[in-house]
């Protein structure tokens, strides 16, 4: 449904439904889950991607799950949608009970290979970028920095 708007306006109005979106969590304080993925090459380098809203930083992908949804099922989607790719060898690094803006949260957090090459799909994804991981980006966001350690541990 929201692929009927042209891709500016969508772009245009992420900052203002991120901003909404937080406002929410923190008066309701609902149960949310999430998906993260990192992606990797043949070369060993990580997939990070900078969203159209929030802090613009370099992040890994990632989504919401819906109600009941299979955390495997929901990171396809997600990637999917927003980066035009499959996946292949995914392997779940952990689930992680977490906070977000003082909500419950779950996170389930893993590795993969794109089966082709992502591409950002210019509404909520506006860069993506393959990193060497000894070569990475300064501006990272502060939860992918942590969830970097579980990718090294593993």
Excluded at 69 to 95: F, K, M, N, Y
Excluded at 101 to 115: L, T, Y
Aim: aromatic fraction near 8%.
């Amino acid at each position: 449904m929201l692929y009927l708007i042209p891709a500016r306006l969508h772009r245009a109005a992420m900052p203002l439904g991120y901003v909404l979106w937080r406002a929410y969590i923190r008066i309701v304080r609902p149960d949310v889950a999430s998906v993260s993925v990192f992606i990797e090459d043949d070369e060993g380098r990580i997939l990070l991607i900078r969203q159209s809203y929030g802090t613009r930083d370099w992040t890994m992908p990632a989504g919401g799950t819906k109600r009941n949804e299979d955390p495997e099922l929901a990171i396809r989607r997600e990637v999917q949608e927003e980066l035009s790719c499959e996946l292949h060898t995914l392997e779940l690094l952990r689930h992680a009970e977490e906070s977000v803006f003082g909500a419950p949260h779950r996170a389930s957090i893993f590795r993969a290979r794109a089966a082709s090459e992502p591409v950002a799909d210019r509404r909520e994804v506006v860069e993506v970028r393959w990193f060497a991981l000894d070569d990475l980006p300064d501006n990272l966001t502060s939860v992918t920095r942590r969830r970097l350690e579980l990718l090294q541990q593993g």
